[in-house]
């Protein structure tokens, strides 16, 4: 299977390291916690998708990830995520329109809270034009703002992320 762009360099700037402790939000498949996966040794990635048919396959896909102890997969959407006492180095998110389509102070301010000390938020994108990175980064942006998270654009080519720290 060829590994979408877009993935490959996601997970390329996330900088994963052994250790670390993942949140990956809408991880459809579960291409991208493959990636995750085979980078960390105990560390760990909670996966979380709203689809039972996308958990399902993610689930398969990584199960040596899971039997491993290095991968869970929550069929659940952000909203319903139970992140009560989770601390996570890295949150992020693919090409999920949740956090540009509409406001996401809500769930700006759970994954804020979700952070650990030094942590990030990563949301990356592959829109479809210049003007639709530069407006998506913008609306983004400005919502992390109000969430008390400094925002950062990181553009390659047509890929976007906007990576937040508190």
Not at 56 to 85: M, P, T, W
Not at 105 to 131: K, T, V
Request: charge should be neutral.
């Amino acid at each position: 299977m060829t590994v979408p762009e877009r993935l490959a360099w996601a997970v390329d700037v996330l900088d994963v390291r052994p250790g670390d402790r993942l949140l990956e939000i809408g991880c459809g498949r579960g291409v991208a916690a493959a990636l995750v996966c085979e980078r960390l040794d105990d560390g760990h990635l909670t996966a979380i998708d709203r689809s039972a048919t996308a958990i399902e396959a993610a689930r398969r896909r990584n199960a040596e990830h899971v039997a491993a102890g290095r991968a869970s997969f929550e069929q659940v959407s952000l909203e319903e995520a139970d992140l009560a006492g989770r601390r996570f180095d890295k949150i992020f998110a693919v090409n999920v329109n949740h956090f540009w389509v509409r406001d996401p102070s809500r769930e700006l301010e759970r994954l804020r809270r979700a952070l650990s000390p030094g942590g990030a938020l990563h949301l990356f994108y592959d829109p479809p034009s210049d003007a639709k990175a530069a407006e998506v980064a913008a609306g983004i942006g400005a919502a992390l703002t109000r969430c008390g998270l400094t925002p950062a654009v990181l553009r390659r080519d047509r890929l976007l992320c906007v990576t937040a720290r508190p």
